[in-house]
């Protein structure tokens, strides 16, 4: 049976041991996830001035990007559930960033008073997703907007779907359950659609963007996966450390197929939701 309380609290507890990992990555992150990035900005229209919720923020990569859209006059708070990601924020040293400790389930904070919320590749991981859109729709002023980035189907992903079947079959883990969060919750027709109009936004938009992952070889995707990857861990952990081993070992083998002359391009589609609260 699927523990809502556990699961989030076992991805708190692998976030906060990768945070310093995906702060290393980040420039990689960057790289791999800037096309998707600046399209949720732009669907999320952040101009001079907007106060900008960023729930789920990482190391703040998108964050700062956001901050650079709204200028010196404006405000982006930075959300995450894990404290050590949001010190890496914070080093950022930007005036107009504030960091705050929160579970992007329950957003505790003012309604009706930000003009765009922003989440990058977060919302996929909510056990209830639903409560979160609620609560992102609430912060809003009318007329704002949400803008996500979630992947797409696994057969569109496979430098992730693959290490994901892996570890799956190795660790007899079922399929996920319509509704469970994971990588590819929210990525098949119409799933982020109907969430997004039932949370009350309209005007919902989706739109695919190619985010190949282009790395030097497939040990060093499995390096950037292994180190940066909580999702991962979190599936591992029925197995002893010889079978994650194995697991890995057999994940690179499979990666390789991505590698190429000009070295490793892993297939990745991200796909940018919006929508906007009009009451």
């Not at 800037?34 to 669907?43: I, N, P, Q, V, Y």
């Not at 040293?93 to 705050?100: D, I, K, N, P, Y």
């Not at 892996?166 to 590819?184: H, K």
């Not at 005007?203 to 180190?227: G, K, Q, T």
Request: aromatic share 8%; with cysteine.
């Amino acid at each position: 049976m699927f523990d809502p309380d556990r699961y989030k609290s076992t991805t708190r507890q692998q976030w906060e041991e990768a945070a310093e990992a995906w702060h290393r990555w980040g420039p990689v992150i960057d790289d791999w996830l800037g096309a998707a990035t600046d399209r949720m900005l732009d669907a999320a229209a952040i101009g001079t001035g907007d106060r900008v919720l960023d729930v789920a923020a990482g190391a703040g990569g998108q964050t700062a990007a956001a901050a650079r859209r709204a200028g010196p006059t404006g405000h982006v708070l930075a959300t995450d559930i894990s404290p050590s990601l949001l010190q890496y924020v914070a080093k950022l040293g930007l005036a107009t960033v504030e960091t705050r400790e929160m579970d992007g389930e329950h957003l505790d904070v003012e309604p009706g008073t930000y003009d765009a919320v922003i989440s990058r590749v977060g919302l996929i991981y909510f056990p209830d997703q639903r409560a979160a859109l609620a609560g992102m729709h609430a912060a809003l002023r009318p007329g704002g907007r949400l803008a996500a980035v979630v992947y797409s189907t696994a057969e569109r992903n496979g430098f992730f779907a693959v290490p994901v079947g892996i570890i799956r079959r190795r660790a007899q883990l079922p399929p996920p359950q319509p509704g469970q969060p994971g990588p590819f919750s929210l990525g098949g027709p119409g799933v982020a659609e109907r969430l997004f109009t039932d949370a009350g936004f309209h005007d919902v938009r989706v739109e695919a963007v190619p985010s190949p992952l282009r790395l030097a070889s497939a040990a060093e995707c499995v390096r950037f996966e292994r180190e940066s990857f909580g999702a991962l861990h979190q599936m591992l952990g029925s197995l002893s450390a010889a079978e994650r081993d194995a697991a890995w070992a057999e994940i690179e083998q499979e990666l390789r197929g991505f590698e190429g002359p000009d070295g490793f391009t892993g297939p990745c589609e991200m796909v940018v939701v919006s929508g906007v609260r009009q009451s």
